[in-house]
């Protein structure tokens, strides 16, 4: 049967490539099903970019653990996953499952702030860039300086984690 697209076809090839398949068997070489074919091909693709994702999120909360922190009964951590973030936006409702790749690319950090009581439970999520709370955010991206409880957590958090771990920072460096 002839193929499809040559385009199809082409991009076949490619991600046979990129999967290290044998492109000496005809089988591999030229499918039966080329749209079929194509369709595992594709998804294969994803899964090991998905898998590298994974690994590069996993050790970016990694290296930030330093960042988690617990008091008058708020607590700030890292997601376990990305799964996590897309679960986290769709409970809050606002964009935070976009910004996966970019956490775990060490573009920016993502941190939860739960109750104490209910760790799983999505309350607020901070995103810091640069040295500063990018946006924090809760249902309907309602914004944390509106909660005079939260504001303060994360102020403390700033003072007590962040600027701490800076000074510690310099004080080694000299």
Not at 51 to 78: N, P, V
């Amino acid at each position: 049967r002839p193929f499809d697209t040559p385009g199809t076809y082409r991009d076949y090839l490619k991600d046979c490539i990129a999967l290290k398949l044998n492109l000496d068997d005809r089988e591999v070489l030229f499918p039966p099903d080329l749209n079929a074919a194509h369709a595992r091909t594709i998804s294969q693709v994803k899964y090991k970019k998905n898998e590298a994702k994974r690994e590069l999120f996993a050790m970016e909360c990694r290296r930030l653990k330093w960042m988690e922190w617990e008091q008058d009964g708020l607590l700030i951590r890292l997601p376990q996953d990305a799964a996590e973030l897309i679960a986290e936006g769709a409970y809050l409702h606002h964009c935070v499952a976009g910004y996966a790749d970019r956490m775990a690319d060490g573009k920016t950090t993502i941190l939860l702030i739960r109750r104490s009581e209910a760790p799983e439970v999505p309350f607020y999520t901070l995103e810091w860039l640069n040295g500063r709370v990018q946006q924090c955010r809760t249902l309907r991206n309602a914004d944390y300086r509106d909660d005079e409880t939260v504001f303060h957590f994360v102020e403390e958090w700033i003072k007590k984690v962040i600027n701490k771990r800076k000074k510690k920072a310099a004080q080694t460096a000299t």
